[in-house]
């Protein structure tokens, strides 16, 4: 079957930095996406990752690794604004592009 | 680009009556897909399309549930007859085979049946 795990919430202090990890379990693979939802609103693209390896944008990092079936979300820097549930979310078939299974989300919260 | 845009943002219905959701893509996207959110089950894909034609409705609840694509740039997403059950964000969202930015989803709309 189909599995994505990450974890329900972390918390953290603003100027820190936070890891959200993302496990995953597909019958196939073709590639990884976070995304970025705060309460209310739609998801809005962070990362993806298709190869093995560090992706870096600005102070988000997303790092993967196929043969773990492991990716997470490098959150450095850490501001208010960040303070939202961040979805990962595996691309799991070739011949069906774009059918995105999601994870339950990470809420993060950054405290002063 | 106004991006994915859909209406109503909010709707209220009560239980048994049809209710329609609409979704214009972002001109150009060749994907279209709608999913629904709720707080037990998260993010789940009802339907896609690939140039208007369904691809995948194996996430659709039930016979109450249907979606059309007529043209390139309108899709919809029919709920008749509702049920409290159906209340949930649904999000429409499009997307361009190649591109490596995934999906740009619409705004969504609360649906709450009463």
């Known amino acids: 079957g189909q599995n994505i795990d990450q974890p329900t919430e972390m918390t953290a202090t603003e100027g820190a930095i936070v890891q959200i990890n993302c496990t995953y379990q597909?019958?196939?693979?073709?590639?990884l996406f976070w995304y970025q939802q705060h309460a209310g609103e739609a998801p809005t693209f962070l990362s993806y990752n298709v190869l093995d390896g560090l992706e870096e944008k600005g102070r988000f990092s997303s790092f993967l690794s196929r043969s773990k079936g492991y990716s997470y979300l490098l959150l450095k820097e850490l501001q208010m604004k960040d303070s939202a549930s961040y979805l990962c979310a595996v691309s799991p078939t070739t011949d069906s592009w774009g059918k995105l299974q999601f994870g339950a989300g990470t809420q993060v919260v950054v405290t002063p | 680009d106004a991006g994915v845009i859909q209406s109503p943002r909010h709707e209220v219905t009560e239980m048994g009556q049809e209710v329609t959701l609409r979704c214009k893509p972002i001109?150009?996207?060749?994907?279209l897909f709608w999913y629904r959110q709720t707080m037990m089950r998260g993010l789940e894909l009802l339907i896609y399309?690939?140039?208007?034609?369904?691809?995948?409705d194996s996430g659709m609840p039930e016979d109450r549930f249907s979606a059309k694509m007529p043209n390139a740039s309108f899709s919809t997403l029919k709920i008749q007859p509702s049920e409290p059950r159906d209340s949930a964000v649904y999000f429409c969202a499009s997307s361009l085979k190649g591109e490596d930015y995934g999906y740009t989803f619409g705004s969504g709309t609360r649906l709450t049946v009463v």
């Open positions: 399309f690939n140039n208007n034609v369904p691809i995948d």
């Open positions: 597909t019958s196939g693979f073709n590639g």
């Open positions: 001109s150009g996207h060749d994907y």
